[in-house]
Structure formats: C-alpha cells, structure tokens
C-alpha cells in the first residue's frame, strides 16, 4: 500500500523527504555495503538535494544515478544533472566515479543504449540469480500535474517497453525538449523503494489521479504501490492533508 504524508509546506516536504533518504540509504549500505540511489530534476527535489547535501556523511557509499534526462549537455540550464550537481554533488563532494549521468548530448537513442548498458553492469537485480531489471534502492521523483514521471508521458509507447528495457529514448515528449532519455516503467517497478515528490495546489488533481485505479493515461499510477512513498504538501493533498 502506498505511504502518504502530507505536510503544511513545501520546506517541510523537503526535509521529510530528505531524512527519508537519509534513512534508507543508511540500512541499505548497512545490508549490502552500497547503494544505488537515483535523482529526478524539478523545484521540489532540488531543495531536498540542499538539506541532503548538508550531511554529505549520509551519501557515503552511494553510487547515483539519474532517472531521466534532457537531451541537452551537463551544463545546460534544462540538465537534470547540472541541477543535482549544483544542488547536491559538488556541496557534498560526491566522488565523481560513484556519480552516473545520462549523456544527453549524444541523443536519446545512443545515450539510452550506453546509460542500459551501464546500469545493467553496475546494478544488480533484485534477485542476484535473475535476469531481471536492475533494482535501484531509492528513486526520487516529482509528477507532472499530468501526472508524467521522469520522462513517461500519458499514453506515450515507452509505457509499452518490454521487461528488457532498462533505458529508453524518447523523441516526443510534450513538454520541451522534445528528446529525452528515461528509465522504463519496469525499472521504475522493480526499484526497492520510490519517493515521489508533489508541492501545490497545481499537483493535487495528478497526485488524486495517481492513487486511483491504474492507468495509463497517468503514469505515475503504473509504480509498484507497495514500494511507493508519496510526500506532499497540504495544497498537493487529495482531498486534504493526510498524516
């Protein structure tokens, strides 16, 4: 079942989420002795990279990764990475071998297929005697107020990949850039835990949407729900706030 907090503003959510982090990361590392931790761009992620970057302690023996990305270089203002670098990494002083970016700037298709590639060396599956998709610990997102996660659109064919994909290039997105690499649906699912991120009244029609019946005209409500934790300020609330 879904873990819903709902918190008065938008510096609360972030402090939840960033303790929330915080948390998990810690019995993960204490478990395996790494962990794989991956970020999303957007307003209300970068205030939680703030906080998380203050206790940079927190991020030892973490490796990160991305969930979505513009086809754009690492230092344009559209970069997811260029955002989590200012916001997180280099405040924190992530060692730059743990820190793993989707390289935008070689388009999505080419950037998908190196970022899969990657992923799948790195990350293990759930169960280490499978195939299955790589399983991140934490994915950080936000939803769009069509409630689009990382670079998934509404009734968009990524929703369709098959469980072999890891990384996919889209060519489409309705929100500028059109190009973007994304993770797919199935690592989304198979990723031990997802926070997902939601501040004002502008999310709470997507929020509501997402905890209802699933569906792919809202994305965000395809995640593993027994695997999702979902921090919203009041205004972000379905049908107000929850504790």
Excluded at 31 to 59: F, I, K, M, N
Excluded at 112 to 127: G, K
């Amino acid at each position: 079942m879904t873990r819903l907090t709902s918190c008065p503003d938008a510096e609360t959510v972030a402090q939840r989420a960033a303790a929330h982090i915080a948390r998990q990361l810690a019995e993960v590392r204490e478990l395996r002795g790494v962990a794989h931790l991956a970020l999303s761009g957007g307003t209300t992620p970068g205030r939680t990279y703030e906080l998380l970057a203050a206790a940079p302690q927190d991020l030892a023996g973490t490796e990160v990764w991305f969930a979505d990305e513009r086809c754009v270089g690492p230092q344009d203002e559209q970069s997811n990475y260029r955002l989590a670098d200012q916001a997180l990494l280099t405040p924190a002083k992530v060692p730059a071998e743990l820190v793993h970016r989707m390289e935008g700037e070689l388009g999505p298709e080419e950037g998908a297929r190196r970022y899969a590639l990657e992923l799948c060396e790195r990350v293990p599956s759930e169960h280490a005697e499978s195939s299955g998709p790589p399983a991140l610990d934490v994915v950080v997102l936000g939803i769009g107020p069509d409630g689009h996660v990382a670079s998934l659109f509404p009734g968009a064919n990524t929703l369709d990949a098959g469980d072999d994909a890891v990384c996919l290039g889209v060519r489409d997105s309705p929100k500028p850039p059109p190009q973007r690499i994304t993770l797919s649906l199935g690592v989304l699912r198979a990723a031990r835990g997802c926070l997902l991120l939601a501040t004002g009244a502008g999310k709470a029609d997507a929020v509501a949407a997402m905890l209802a019946q699933p569906s792919r005209h809202v994305p965000a409500s395809l995640l593993r729900r027994e695997r999702l934790t979902v921090i919203v300020d009041d205004a972000a609330a379905p049908g107000g706030p929850a504790r």
